[in-house]
């Protein structure tokens, strides 16, 4: 057996010892929660009826014997979203399924799912994070009927995965898994679709020729096939053994991505007659650390520097930027997915997928191999990709070398010997930086500060030619509890073309930019926010600043102290914002998950 690399080994110790309290306070109740036989036993005889009244007879029949495990479907289809449209025809699928393996299934509810590519830019925007915490709630409504003895969750993209799973991890005594759809099949290049966003900003292309790159990278049903937050979730449900092997980057609509659905419903029937394998047990402290290497070493979303914080939180495991930080040192780079190379999801799986990039962090020790899955004991069941042997679904070994080594190596033979995140720290505050998706040459800015307090202000000042030099762009205000912590997306045409000038450029925000970020160098989510006084809100125009993804330094060559801070008015409304003035005002900082649930600050 490959032994464990000593700074694994002691994250994970730092990390058992620091959530002993919590973990062990979440494990007593999970565990008061679970009991012998369908759980809708105990509910009297009127609850239960409600909870059957409108089922199919047959259906109705089975529920009423309390004898059969009646597994959740908790759903975030809409026909809006290409990555959640296919799972319009998942229920009666799923239901056909869990029949066959001994159960009986019904939809517990949905959840909302809105899309970033569509809110980018625009006060909707300002949603998205507290809406991760809302799917949290709102799974939590589907499963409180104390019906169901096992759950399915149907969800991929940004917000909808984290929340679920936060969600389910509060009924974490169910036996859970994560049901996906897929990417869409490749379309434009993402490099070309780049090259028309920078020609577009420069004034080179006109909206038409825009819109028709953006439909041609966007083309189908599917989740979109950059490595973005939402390729970052599938990849992370399958490393922590939340789907079934090889399940994560299977194209919709194919006889394989139906088997895939029916098998992993069949699964979860399986565990909840066995009463086994619950959620909250799985996700202990070995899987979260697990998922951290794992989107290090993928060079994954810089939103899950967020999330896995939230769903640790959500299980009793306190996870810190520095778990990250520390993990980053020793984790090496071997994937180059875009925005950090120009290949695509379906390259990357082709190339050798997760089956090669478990196994070749599980024989670099950088994996804890000692943990549960949906799939059973063991990581290594993971080295596995699925196939279809005369329309039975069946497992085969994966590929123990990269078929293509300029998208997926091995960890002997890395793009780069640490991972794609970096966490900054000096006096301006803490950071992170996707140091993977910027040249190694642009990875360190000492300019002078240019300061804004929104986007749009730096993208006008760009149009009027007012960006000259080097300078680090600083945008405040923007972090969770100023007006929710919007994606800064737009930020990055412009800035890209200033660098393709020659100038030095960088960003520095409370805000996010998430797995879609580019070749610029950003300082993202630093806390403290400028709202809440951080030392951002103190900065003026022509401070010098050194954001360095190398040696991890965020800091401004300036007294600070003496300086009155720069406050706005974070009142907001329209497009619901006003609704979501108390998350505001209760949300933790973003080392803390950027969420609403627990103490704040």
Known sequence: MTTLHPTLAAVTARITERSATARAAYLDGIRAAQQRGPARGRLACGNLAHGFASAPVADKSELRQ????????VTSYNDMLS????????????????????????????VPAMCDGVTQGRDGMQLSLFSRDVIAMATAIGLSHDMFDGALMLGVCDKIVPGM??????????????????PMTSGLPNDEKARVRQEYAEGKVGRDELLEAEAASYHSVGTCTFYGTANSNQMLMEVMGLHLPGSSFVNPGTPLRQALTEATAARVTELAQQGSTPLGELVDEKVIVNACVALLATGGSTNHTLHLPAIAAAAGIVLTWEDLSDLSTV???????????????????????LQLTI???????????????????????????PSLAGGALTWVDGPSESLDTTILRTADDPFDKEG???????????GVVKVSAVAPEKRSVTAPARVFDDQDDLIAAFQAGELTGDFVAVIRHQGP??????ELHKLTPPLGVLQGRGQ???????GRMSGASGKVLAAIHVTPEASAGGPLARVRDGDVITVDGATGILSIDADLSAREPHLVDNTVHGTGRELFAGMRHLVSSADRGASFFGSNH
């Open 359 to 385: 196994r070749t962090l599980l024989d670099a020790g950088l994996l804890h191999e000692d943990v549960q899955t949906i799939a059973g004991p063991g990581l290594s069941r993971y080295f596995q990709e």
């Open 66 to 73: 309390l004898v059969k495990p009646n597994i959740a479907i």
């Open 420 to 430: 794609g995140l970096r966490v900054l720290t000096g006096n301006l505050g803490t």
């Open 165 to 182: 799973l936060i969600g389910a991890l509060s009924f974490g005594h169910l036996p859970t898994a994560f049901v996906p759809a897929g």
């Open 331 to 353: 984790v090496p780079l071997i994937a180059r997915v875009y925005p950090n190379g120009s290949a695509d999801v379906n390259h990357f799986a082709a190339a050798g997928g």
């Open 83 to 110: 990555a959640h449209a296919p799972f319009e025809s998942y229920p009666p699928l799923i239901k056909k399924a869990v029949i066959r393996a001994g159960g009986i299934a019904q939809v517990a509810g949905g």
């Open 481 to 486: 509890s100023a007006n929710g912590m919007p």
């Open 504 to 510: 030095k450029v960088a960003i520095v925000t409370d």
